[in-house]
Every structure is written in structure tokens, then in C-alpha cells.
């Protein structure tokens, strides 16, 4: 990780090991606040810490100090580690991977080791001669070592004077064990060996998939560097010489071929071409560049062949400052703590004093020493938190599952926290309200002319061009009329228009300026009608023949047929939706207008959609973000509630909470419903685990249950949960969706496997 001593507020950006939930969080963040003059910001899933030092006296030898101190790792990267940037990064992907893996070992093993032991426990009939040592010796390894990341926490909580979670099923687990394995050795019959290996191995899959989640966290910041360009043709001593972009320095001449990305931002020297600025901007419109025009490392030319000076390089660039934005963004967003985790803090440590002081008082009253033993252990396996640790997991593993089946893929628990209290969504246009790339919507003939040959000959015209644009008067001209006549002699004059000889006429599409020059005026009905497009932000292509404009064809990135009926949904679900777009205000309002939102923000640079995002925050609103590019991801990350169209970006996706995979807005409602149904579900869950825990454990402390009712008591209440949960199978959407067709429905399972 890199390290910043410079700057407003001292910014260091440290890595630290060990966390596992949002205690962990919540403490580091408290100790290094209590360091003079310092703040830090932690975020769980990237396992790092933005730490703002008011002085740099504070040195990060301190800081890394204070973090050791309450059993954490933490370090920085030295100056001279930055060049090995992306190995540390490579390196961290790889530990992350073998961390996960080696959870799905211990779940594994656990599971196919614990089974046998749950059954020839709980069925009678089974029990065969010795059949007690054979269930000791294949629950030993699960307790040993399947529970051992509960164990190690649990022992690390313990020298810094703290319990959490991972307290409480270590304990559990060890006394059904070691209770189980003490009656047995002196020839009792009371076993409990089946709870140790269920606590274990539900819990596992819990912590197994939460490491999966987090991974998933960091994925947008690797999705974003991933787009860059890998290499670059740099222009020395009069020739081309390719080498990695890394290597580009502030100052170079690099070439940039059609169907390029190029490779840093820049500025045009030579050559015009039109550049797809649609993966950073999100807008669907090319932008023409020609000599002194700016340009952005990422993005697409199109066609013509480019020499850009390099402006920015590295760091600087725009692509690493949006990388950057997403993870301030992932890491300012308070992280929401689980209930359970929450509440871990007071009821473990009380768990721990009523176990003792069961223990005590059953002596003090003359009981012995094993009824005084059986009643403590009681206490403490009533407390095992095998309905607590059940109660998020299954309940989000039911509603991820039906959301899975219905397009609707849900990040983690804390997503469902923010859907609670969503009042206003922010909506981007292109991609998201609308289908994200060019078509041809109308085509106007001048006065005595036919649509349909203004189409076929300036169709066929483009069909010879490379232009997105003229990509969608071709395919619209193809659909409509069918094959195209050829196209001789074609000459494009960059920026302006094209040319060419089509059935022996010379055609020409283009720009009215450019027309003027080459045809008489344009003619009233035509200028009339680009007025009109231009005002909802559309582009105009003129055709003219034989020296007289013949035509225009207009050019928009068209709403999405369910775009209207999806902002309806969301205003019924209490939402205030925002329409935020890079486009101009024209097209922004025009959009807006016909899907029925009221509010728009338009012309919002890329790095400026965070901000807008704060800004709303700031003013008290709870906000959702719904967006597919890369230039929505840090807003994505920003918003307390991140939902990528399944359709955009890997970027987007990766930084958002919520990823709608049928790319129809619609399913965002639904989303938000099934994430909201989801979160009562747990919340119910937790609520009748924690009553269960606080009615029986008296009754354990008063030796009203033994162990063995104990355990009983307590898979019930685990039953009870998961039954509970399963009802989120019945969840149903507002529209059906690909998944939902009656005559598929046996078939939804399996898809979403695949």
C-alpha cells in the first residue's frame, strides 16, 4: 500500500490484518483516534485505513504501533516499494484468495466429518456398539481445527480485553465438546458432540461467505485499472517503439491506431478521429477530436489514426482518479454493524458471569461439584449462538437465492441496512433510463422528396463510414429497406462529413455547415426540424444529391420502453427519483420528461457525480444510485445504496451493492422490495434468537435444563430460524422477469447456477 506524508492533513493509507467484523472496525478506528491530532477511517473490506494526521509528528511508526497494540497487523509500503505497486497488489489478491479457500477446506471437511456425527447422534437406532468414541474421533478435528479462525479470535479478544462473537462460539463449541468428551471418558451417556460440529460448521459457511463478499468489495478498483491500455506505440528517433504504459512519461509522442484504447491522457498533435468516450462519460455520443484537442487515457478511437502528447500519466490520469474517488467512497461509507455483532459486546461478557456465577452459587448451596458443572454448562451451550449466527446467513441466503432467480443479485447484509430508510434514488440516463447507444428515431425529407430513398442512399453512403453514428443510419436503412447498393469513391472529410458516388450519383451526409458549402441553403422544413431535435438534445445528419439537401435523419440514444413504468415503481415505493447525466441539459430534460421525473442534474462531469451525491447526502437525504459505467462507480460506492445495471461496466458492477442483471430499470423496485422483505426476515430472526436466549438461560442458571434439553432447546430455535427464512422463497416480483415464466419456473434454479 502506498503512503502519503504530504498533502492537507497528512494523509497515510495503512493495511491491516486480522479484522474479521465490524468490532474489529469500530476498534482500530478508536485507537488510532485517541492518537493526538489523528482520524482514520477504516473499511473492512479492503482491509485498509485512511489515517488524516493533523501534524505529522505523529509518525506512522506510531500509528502502526498503536494498531499492533490491540492485536491487529498493520504496515505501510516505502517510497521505494512503489514501483512494485501492482506486484503488492497481485500479491494481496493471492493472499485474499488462499484466506477464502482456505475457508471452503474447513467448511468442507467440517461438513462431511460433522454429518455422521449428527446423524448417528440425533437417530437412536443407530447407535451401534461404541458408536460414542467413533463420533468423539470425527468431531475432533472439527473442533480442533475446523473451529480453530473462532479459536484464534477468541484467544486474540482475550489478551486485549475484549469479547466478541467469536467468544462466544469458542466457548460453545469447546464445552459441548469437552463436556461431551469428559462424560464420556468417565462413562456417562450425555453427549453433546453433535452441537459443537453444527455451531461449527454453520458458522463457517457464514464466515466463508462473507470473505467471499468482501473480496468482491475490491474488485471495482481492479476493474477500473484493468481497462487501461497494457502497451503503447511511442514515437523516437522517427520510428515506433512499443513499449508498457508505465513507461510513458509526460511529454511522449504515442500513436494511436483506430480501434485503439489510448493509452494516457493527452492532447492531439495529428491526425482527426472521432473517440468513444462512452466507457469513462457514459454518454453514447462519439466525441470529434482533431489538433489541440484534449483526450482521455481509456478511451476508444474510432477511426483515423492519432499522435497525442502524453499530459498525464500514472496517478494523474482521469481513470486513476475515478479508481481513487470509488475508494474514498468504499472507504467513507460507515459500515453498518451486524445486531448480533452489536449486542456481542454486552451479552457475551454477561454470558460469561452468569456461567461462573451459576457455577458458584450451585457450590455455595451445597450442591456438588458435577450438578454445579452441568448447570454452568448448560448455561453457556443455551447461549450458543447457532440461531444468532443462522439468523443473517440463511435469511440472506433464501433471499439472494429468490433475487438470483429473479435477475436481482444482492452484495451482503449491509445492503440490506441501507434499503430501509432510501428516500430519493439517482438515476443515470444513458445506459440506465436509456438504451445506451445511437439509433436512427425519424427521418425528415425536404419538399418533394421520399423518406425511404433519403434513407436507402444516405444509408448506403454510411455503410462505407466508420462512425458510430453512421452505424446507425446503415443498420436502420438495412432493417427497414434490405440490402444497400455499393458505394464507390468514398472520401471522408474528418469532423465534417462523407462522400461518395452511390447508383452514380454523388451523395454527401454530414453537418449543415459543411453542406452549405457543397449544396444550396437548407431548406425551411429542414431547418425547422433540426431546431426541434437539437432541443432534446439529438444529433442531425443532413443527405443531399445532385447539389440540394434532400433530407435529414435524426440520431438519439432512444428511452428504454420500461424506463416510465420502472420511475412509477419507485415513486410507489416512497422514492424521489433524480435524473444525473453527463449530457446536456436539453437532451437531460427531454428524457426526464418522458419517463416522469421532475428533477434533473445535467452536464455533471464524470469525477463531479460523487459530489453530487454528497451533496444530496448533506442535505439529509438518504440516496440510492443507479448506474452502468465507469464514470458512475464512485458514485455507486458513494451512495448508501449502489445498483449497477447487470448490462454496464464490470466497474459498476463491482462498486455497486446491488446488481440488476436483466439491464431493465424496473427491477430496481423490485430489488429494493425483496432487499427490505429480506431485512425484516433477519431482524425477526435475530429478535426471536435473542429471546430465546434470554428465556432460557435462567432456566439453564436454575438447573430447570440439563445439557441435553439445552441443546434440544437450542436446534430448535436454529429450525425456527431457518423455517422462517424459507419463506422468502415465496417472494414476488411487481413485473415477471425472463426467470418467472410459468413454464420455466423448475428450470429458474438451475440458470442461476449456471
Not at 460 to 477: F, N, T, V, W, Y
Not at 546 to 569: F, H, P
Amino acid at each position: 500500500m502506498a503512503t502519503t506524508e504530504t498533502g492537507t492533513g497528512h494523509p497515510v493509507k495503512l493495511a491491516i490484518t486480522g479484522m474479521t467484523c465490524a468490532s474489529c472496525v469500530a476498534r482500530v478506528e478508536r485507537k488510532l483516534g485517541k492518537l493526538p491530532g489523528v482520524s482514520a477511517t477504516v473499511n473492512l473490506a479492503t482491509a485498509t485505513a485512511h489515517v488524516t494526521r493533523e501534524s505529522p509528528d505523529v509518525g506512522v511508526a506510531e500509528l502502526v504501533a498503536a494498531v499492533q497494540a490491540i492485536g491487529y497487523g498493520a504496515e505501510v509500503a516505502g517510497a521505494e516499494e512503489e514501483a512494485a505497486a501492482a506486484d503488492t497488489e497481485s500479491v494481496a489478491v493471492d493472499t485474499e484468495s488462499a484466506h477464502i479457500a482456505g475457508l471452503r477446506r474447513r467448511l468442507i471437511a467440517s461438513a462431511l466429518l460433522g454429518l455422521p456425527v449428527v446423524v448417528v447422534s440425533m437417530i437412536s437406532a443407530l447407535h451401534f456398539a461404541g458408536w460414542e468414541w467413533g463420533a468423539l474421533a470425527l468431531a475432533t478435528p472439527v473442533v480442533a481445527w475446523g473451529a480453530w479462525p473462532f479459536h484464534r479470535a477468541a484467544a486474540l479478544n482475550l489478551r486485549h480485553g475484549s469479547a466478541t462473537m467469536d467468544t462466544l462460539v469458542s466457548l460453545g463449541v469447546l464445552a459441548a465438546y469437552l463436556w461431551s468428551a469428559g462424560t464420556l471418558i468417565a462413562g456417562g451417556a450425555q453427549l453433546y458432540l453433535e452441537v459443537a460440529v453444527v455451531l461449527t460448521v454453520f458458522l463457517l459457511a457464514g464466515r466463508f461467505f462473507e470473505a467471499r463478499a468482501k473480496r468482491r468489495a475490491g474488485d471495482a478498483i481492479r476493474a477500473l485499472m484493468d481497462l487501461g491500455a497494457k502497451d503503447v506505440a511511442v514515437l523516437r528517433d522517427g520510428g515506433e517503439v512499443r513499449i508498457p504504459v508505465e513507461e510513458l512519461a509526460v511529454g511522449d509522442l504515442f500513436v494511436v491506431r483506430p480501434g485503439e484504447k489510448i493509452a494516457t491522457d493527452g492532447e492531439v498533435v495529428e491526425g482527426a478521429s472521432a473517440v468513444d468516450e462512452s466507457l469513462l462519460t457514459g454518454e453514447s455520443v462519439p466525441v470529434e477530436v482533431e489538433p489541440g484537442a484534449a483526450v482521455t487515457g481509456a478511451t476508444l478511437n474510432s477511426h483515423g489514426r492519432l499522435v497525442v502528447r502524453a499530459t498525464r500519466v500514472g496517478a494523474d490520469t482521469k481513470l486513476a482518479q475515478i479508481a481513487a474517488l470509488v475508494e474514498r467512497a468504499q472507504t467513507g461509507k460507515a459500515a453498518v454493524q451486524r445486531l448480533a455483532d452489536r449486542i456481542s459486546a454486552v451479552f457475551v461478557p454477561v454470558v460469561i458471569a452468569l456461567a461462573v456465577g451459576t457455577f458458584a452459587v450451585w457450590l455455595l448451596i451445597g450442591a456438588s461439584a458435577a450438578t454445579a458443572l452441568t448447570a454452568a454448562i448448560a448455561v453457556v451451550i443455551i447461549a450458543c449462538p447457532c440461531a444468532l449466527g443462522l439468523a443473517t446467513p440463511t435469511a440472506l441466503m433464501v433471499g439472494t437465492g429468490r433475487g438470483a432467480q429473479l435477475g436481482l443479485l444482492i452484495r451482503g447484509p449491509e445492503v440490506l441496512e441501507s434499503t430501509r430508510s432510501i428516500d430519493t434514488v439517482v438515476l443515470d440516463k444513458t445506459g440506465t433510463v436509456t438504451e445506451g447507444r445511437m439509433r436512427l428515431v425519424d427521418v425528415v425529407s425536404a419538399e418533394g422528396e421520399q423518406a425511404d430513398e433519403v434513407l436507402r442512399l444516405a444509408g448506403a453512403l454510411e455503410d462505407a463510414g466508420e462512425h458510430p453514428i453512421a452505424a446507425a443510419i446503415s443498420a436502420a436503412a438495412r432493417e427497414r429497406l434490405g440490402d444497400l447498393p455499393p458505394v464507390t469513391g468514398f472520401a471522408n472529410t474528418q469532423g465534417r462529413g462523407v462522400t461518395g458516388q452511390v447508383e452514380g450519383r454523388t451523395v454527401l451526409a454530414g453537418r449543415a455547415s459543411w453542406l452549405d458549402e457543397q449544396a444550396k441553403p437548407l431548406p425551411a422544413e429542414l431547418a425547422g426540424a433540426r431546431d426541434r431535435a437539437e432541443a432534446e438534445g439529438r444529433t442531425v445528419v443532413f443527405a443531399a444529391w445532385d447539389r440540394q439537401i434532400r433530407g435529414a435523419l435524426v440520431v438519439a440514444d432512444t428511452v428504454k420502453a420500461t424506463s416510465a413504468e420502472a420511475v412509477a415503481d419507485l415513486k410507489r415505493l416512497g422514492l424521489t427519483p433524480i435524473l444525473l447525466t453527463g449530457d446536456n441539459t436539453a437532451a437531460a430534460r427531454a428524457v426526464a420528461a418522458e419517463v416522469g421525473i421532475d428533477t434533473v442534474l445535467a452536464e455533471v462531469h464524470p469525477e463531479d457525480k460523487v459530489a453530487e451525491v454528497q451533496r444530496l447526502q448533506s442535505e439529509g437525504r438518504v440516496v440510492a444510485m443507479v448506474g452502468d459505467g465507469i464514470n458512475d462507480a464512485a458514485a455507486l460506492a458513494q451512495a448508501d445504496l449502489g445498483l449497477a445495471m447487470g448490462t454496464g461496466t464490470d466497474a459498476a458492477i463491482a462498486a455497486s451493492d446491488l446488481t440488476l442483471v436483466r439491464g431493465d430499470l424496473r427491477a430496481a423496485a423490485d430489488a429494493i422490495r425483496l432487499a427490505r422483505r429480506t431485512l425484516r426476515t433477519i431482524k425477526a430472526n435475530l429478535f426471536w434468537a435473542f429471546a430465546y436466549n434470554i428465556a432460557a438461560l435462567p432456566l439453564a442458571a436454575l438447573g430447570f435444563l440439563n445439557p441435553m434439553i439445552a441443546g434440544g432447546a437450542m436446534a430448535f430455535s436454529s429450525v425456527f430460524v431457518v423455517s422462517n427464512s424459507l419463506r422468502l422463497r415465496g417472494f414476488q416480483p411487481l413485473v415477471a422477469g425472463p426467470l418467472e415464466r410459468p413454464d420455466q419456473s423448475r428450470t429458474a434454479c438451475a440458470l442461476t447456477r449456471q
